[in-house]
């Protein structure tokens, strides 16, 4: 079966700017704002390898999997 895209779930709230997301990214999906959290720029370069949800300290990311929406 066809893989579908990834999307990506972001809570700026939660987001303690640590730049853990931006350094393990192997996509450079990510940029920082003015406050140095990170931006979601270019989701569509996201591989779903999910590291960015599983090394963010605050669990502010949230990778869903196969998304066709
Ligand atoms: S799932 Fe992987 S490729 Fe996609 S944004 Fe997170 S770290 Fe980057
Ligand atoms: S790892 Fe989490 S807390 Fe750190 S910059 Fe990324 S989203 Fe924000």
Known sequence: MAKGK???HFDREKCKACGICIAFCPANVFTVDIDYCAVIS??????GCRRCELYCPDYCIFVEEDYYG
Do not use: A, E, I, Y
């Open 6 to 8: 990834h999307k990506l």
């Open 42 to 47: 270019s989701p569509d370069k996201c591989t």
